[in-house]
C-alpha cells in the first residue's frame, strides 16, 4: 500500500550540512492512513534508534532525539496521494556517521508500518 524511497545521504565534513528526503507513495488509502513518519539510524555495530519523528495527517508534535536536539530539523511536504518528509541536519559530526532509515506507520484497514531501504550518511574529514 505505501512505499519509501530515501536519498541524500553522502559524505560531510564535520560542522556540515546535509538534507535527507523521504518519498512516500502508494494508494491514496494507504497514504491518508499514515499517522507519523520518522527517521531512525543505524550506527556500525549499534542498534537501530529514533533520530525525529512527526506527525502525518493528524495532531501532534514533533520529537527529537537528544543526541541531535537543535541541530536537526523533521519537516514534512503532504498531499492527498503523497507525502514527503525531510531531515535537515546541521552542524554534522562523525557520530552521527550512521545509516539513516525512514519508517511510516498508521492505520487502514490493518496496521501499516513500512520502512525505506536506508540511506548511508558518512561525517568524516
Known amino acids: 500500500q505505501v512505499q519509501l524511497v530515501e536519498s541524500g545521504g553522502g559524505l560531510v565534513q564535520p ?10 507513495s ?13 527517521w531512525y539510524r543505524q550506527a556500525p555495530g549499534k542498534g537501530r534508534d529514533l533520530v525525529a519523528k512527526i506527525p502525518i495527517n493528524i495532531d501532534g508534535i514533533t520529537q527529537y532525539a537528544d543526541s541531535v536536539r537543535g541541530r536537526f530539523i523533521i519537516a514534512r511536504d503532504n498531499h492527498k496521494d503523497t507525502v514527503t518528509v525531510f531531515l535537515l541536519m546541521d552542524r554534522l559530526k562523525p557520530e552521527d556517521t550512521a545509516v539513516y532509515y525512514c519508517n511510516a506507520i498508521g ?17 568524516s574529514s
Not at 502508494?26 to 520518522?38: C, D, H, K, L, P
Open 15 to 24: 560542522g556540515g550540512s546535509l538534507r535527507l528526503s523521504c518519498a512516500a
Open 26 to 38: 502508494g494508494s491514496i488509502q494507504g497514504i491518508q492512513g499514515i499517522n507519523t513518519m520518522a
Open 107 to 123: 492505520w487502514t484497514d490493518r496496521y501499516l508500518e513500512v520502512w525505506g531501504q536506508g540511506t548511508l550518511v558518512t561525517v
